[in-house]
């Protein structure tokens, strides 16, 4: 199978730091060309500094990290700190998280995340600016305001230039930021072919004055893998699980509207509420896990990965919500590559 996508391995959401380390060394060793790490229970920045320490050529990316937790200083600091220590092979992906993660978890403030993140992106494009020129830091956003920089707190320029600068989106809004400021899009896994299609490109192209050259799509596809009927099942239920659990998010709706499924979120929202898991997975029925989902082999799935992202996607890894058989998934990187 001709290569058609770059692909990356990724840390299991519930990875520690030596967790991930260890991961990114073992995919460096298996020839992935990226290696991204999500913040759920950890700091994604601690672990990826580990990472980039342990390894030598593979790039490193953060999927993600939660802007809103935070203020555009500490990110530009962090993000410039991996980049030094990985020697220029990190990105930097964003993402907004969700209102009561927000408010509630990281105590936040909340409110227009579309705007919101297009000021912070640009806060933080403005003091990596003022690290590399020296010039003065003057930046007054809608949400973000940076106008002090002296030198005993500023690092100079990175050696290895600024990081890309990626960004999760689902919606109309958030796509278009991702087109006007970001350097790349990190698809969400509750995507269809369709949706990206037909919605979430011609956002993105239009946004960037009709080109998309230079501009990275990255997926974490949601797979089904495993050699047999019996050793999918399991597999089976757990990504009919994940997909509910998406769902069931108000801001992804639009997703499932296009395919008539409205209702469908409206459902899961409502048993999300009663925290009905079960039945939740239970009402993914086939028609939905095949609009979000792959399933089959190796060999099966690599062919539908290609025939459904070939052309769409630039770069491709696996979301597997289970415990899978790492020979199928090194069978499965191994027939995606040719």
């Known amino acids: ?33 990226g ?6 229970r950890h700091n994604v920045f601690s672990s990826l500094a580990l990472a980039a320490r342990a390894t030598s050529r593979i ?13 555009p200083m500490t990110v530009a600091i962090d993000a410039n700190d991996v980049q030094l220590i990985s020697g220029g092979r990190f990105q930097l992906g964003l993402g907004s998280q969700v209102k009561p993660h927000i408010e509630r978890r990281f105590s936040m403030p909340w409110g227009r995340p579309a705007a ?58 958030m796509t278009a930021v991702a087109g006007r400021v970001a350097d790349g899009l990190l698809v969400h896994p509750l995507t269809s072919t369709p949706y990206l299609r037909d919605k979430t490109i011609p956002g993105l192209t239009e946004a960037r004055g009709g080109s998309l050259d230079g501009f990275t799509l990255g997926l974490s596809a949601l797979v089904v893998l495993g050699a047999d009927e019996e050793s999918r099942r399991s597999a089976d239920r757990a990504v009919r699980g994940q997909i509910a659990f998406y769902a069931s998010t108000p801001s992804y709706r639009p997703v499932l509207e296009m395919h008539g499924w409205g209702d469908l979120a409206d459902r899961l929202n409502t048993m999300s509420r ?11 029925d086939d028609d939905v896990l095949d609009a979000f989902a792959v399933s089959g082999d190796a060999a099966t799935v690599a062919a539908r ?34």
């Open 35 to 40: 290696f991204g790490a999500a913040e759920t």
């Open 116 to 173: 919101r993140m297009e000021d912070f992106v640009g806060a933080v494009r403005a003091i990596w600016h003022a690290w590399a020129t020296g010039e003065r830091l003057v930046y007054r956003g809608e949400f973000y305001q940076h106008t002090l920089m002296n030198d005993f707190f500023n690092p100079g320029p990175n050696p290895h230039g600024n990081p890309p600068i990626l960004l999760a989106a689902v919606g109309e809004r």
């Open 1 to 33: 199978m001709t290569v058609v996508m770059l692909v990356d391995s990724a840390a299991p959401i519930s990875a520690s730091p030596l967790e991930v380390e260890s991961l990114a060394v073992e995919a460096e060793k298996l020839g992935y060309d």
């Open 59 to 71: 790039e490193l990316k953060s999927s993600i990290a939660v802007a809103f937790a935070r203020n």
């Open 305 to 338: 990965l290609t025939e459904r992202f070939a052309g769409l996607i630039d770069r491709i890894s696996f979301y597997l919500p289970y415990r899978a058989d790492p020979a199928e998934v090194t069978a499965l990187h191994a027939e995606l590559r040719g």
């Open 274 to 284: 009663r925290q009905a898991w079960d039945e939740m997975a239970a009402a993914i």
